[in-house]
């Protein structure tokens, strides 16, 4: 799970016996257990086990154990043993656990302020 802040919008959850079709914009944390079809803006977004996602997914932080047919667009993306990816993952930080399974394109942002040059990583 996510750290929980003081604050925080609250958790919200779609269980495993339900089906959404339609456009999902969430600014706190939520996790698909069940169908979404349709694109997701969320600030947090957990994919359990039973989940599948066929869209693409903007958010701040997105962890997948189970299904995306979609795009990825995030901050930090960190992919489970179960995890299924059909589409690109556009990311700052990735994490990829033994077992995940990934087609299609992983696409690192290039911004200046997270990128060591490798002539300076080595002076260290």
Known sequence: MF???K???PFSLISPDTEI??????????QIDGKVTG?????QLIIGESGLVEGNIIAKQVQVRGQVQGGINADS???EPSARVTGDIEH???????????????????KP????????ASEG
């Open 39 to 43: 694109d997701l803006n969320v600030a």
């Open 7 to 9: 604050n925080s919008f």
């Open 77 to 79: 993306v960190t992919l």
């Open 21 to 30: 079709t339609g456009n999902i914009q969430c600014d706190g944390e939520l």
């Open 92 to 110: 700052d930080t990735l994490s990829i656990q033994a077992g995940a399974h990934i087609q299609g394109q992983l696409n690192h942002r290039a």
């Open 113 to 120: 302020s997270n990128v060591t040059p490798l002539d300076k």
């Open 3 to 5: 750290n929980k802040k």
